[in-house]
């Protein structure tokens, strides 16, 4: 869509500037007071090397306008991706920002803050009218840089960055090796199966078969199921029971079953349901060696993206 400058609509400007993916910074100074001020602002930018300086800009309606006009320094923060209740905190007006922070001073005796990505202290060089924004720009005379990743804020929302994959392969690799390296089944293969290996040698010991176990598992989680039911859960993958394999999972005694022909409904018996939860158990503790080093994003968007394989995938 395209807009000319004549009768450009706001909001559509405003979508259009936020196809722009920046970090999320929050900049801080003092007040002629001495009370601290800062706000969440995502129009940082490096401005020149030699020397050192960068730029923000800041709407005229802010109420922390009057400090960043007559303050001398300021600090930005690049927050880290784990911030964003930080970054939430310093958008909000009428509320006392700072407080229950541990802060450090910087020059100037502004804030400083902790836990970010990098961290510029410096101060004011020139303010420019920008329409409805002052542009501060300011020479950086301290900073620090932690390897924290990032937040970043991308069409309205906050967002992580994913670094692209490597483009170049400096060797022509052998085909199927590169195959198997980069074929999704290949790979949510392999997860799976170590996945289900500690798992698997719990049920082994405990005398099941890989069938018994999936149905002791649907059984758990849902009373008086029938065949059609189990196997209706258990389409994803290519285990189909039949009422023999279930009157042995009867004649174990792991499960009770009652009814007659098709309307048969199976339970989970004492003995069937203390042996499934000694096997979530197992599978609970395979999952959190598996998820080592996730935080709770990657997680949430590694399980997103199973969902929609699973949705796409189904037969
Ligand atoms: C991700 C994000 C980025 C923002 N970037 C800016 C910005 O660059 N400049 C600005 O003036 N306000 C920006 N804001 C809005 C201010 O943080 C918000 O108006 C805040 O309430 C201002 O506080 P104050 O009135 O106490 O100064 C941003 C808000 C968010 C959530």
Request: glycine share 8%; charged share 20%.
């Amino acid at each position: 869509m395209s807009q000319s400058n004549v009768a450009i609509d706001s909001r559509q400007f405003r979508n259009a500037l936020g196809a722009f993916a920046t970090g999320v910074t929050i900049v801080t100074t003092q007040d002629a007071e001495g009370r601290d001020v800062g706000l969440t602002a995502s129009s940082f930018n490096s401005v020149s090397l030699e020397p050192p300086m960068v730029l923000w800009s800041l709407t005229k309606t802010s109420g922390s306008l009057p400090a960043f006009m007559e303050g001398e320094y300021f600090a930005v923060h690049v927050l880290a991706a784990d911030q964003q209740s930080m970054s939430d905190r310093f958008s909000k007006r009428g509320i006392d920002k700072f407080e229950g922070l541990a802060l450090e001073r910087g020059a100037g005796d502004i804030p400083l803050l902790g836990d970010c990505s990098a961290r510029f202290q410096c101060r004011t060089s020139y303010r420019y009218e920008g329409g409805d924004h002052i542009i501060f720009v300011g020479e950086v005379i301290a900073f620090d840089h932690w390897a924290h990743p990032p937040l970043a804020f991308h069409g309205g929302k906050y967002a992580k960055v994913f670094p692209c994959a490597a483009a170049a392969v400096t060797e022509p690799e052998d085909v199927s090796s590169s195959f198997n390296k980069d074929y999704l089944g290949f790979l949510l293969g392999v997860a799976s199966m170590q996945l289900a290996v500690p798992v698997r040698s719990a049920w082994q010991a405990m005398g099941l078969s890989e069938c018994g176990y999936f149905v002791l598992s649907v059984l758990a989680a849902g009373k008086h199921r029938t065949l059609a039911q189990i196997n209706q859960i258990l389409s994803l993958g290519e285990h189909h029971f039949d009422d023999a394999e279930m009157d042995r999972l009867v004649t174990a005694g792991w499960i009770t079953v009652e009814g007659e022909g098709v309307s048969r409904q199976f339970d989970l018996t004492a003995k069937g349901r203390e042996l499934t939860v000694k096997l979530f158990v197992q599978a609970k503790s395979a999952e959190q060696k598996a998820i080592e080093g996730l935080d709770w994003d990657d997680l949430a968007l590694l399980k997103g993206l199973l969902q929609k394989i699973i949705r796409n995938t189904r037969v």
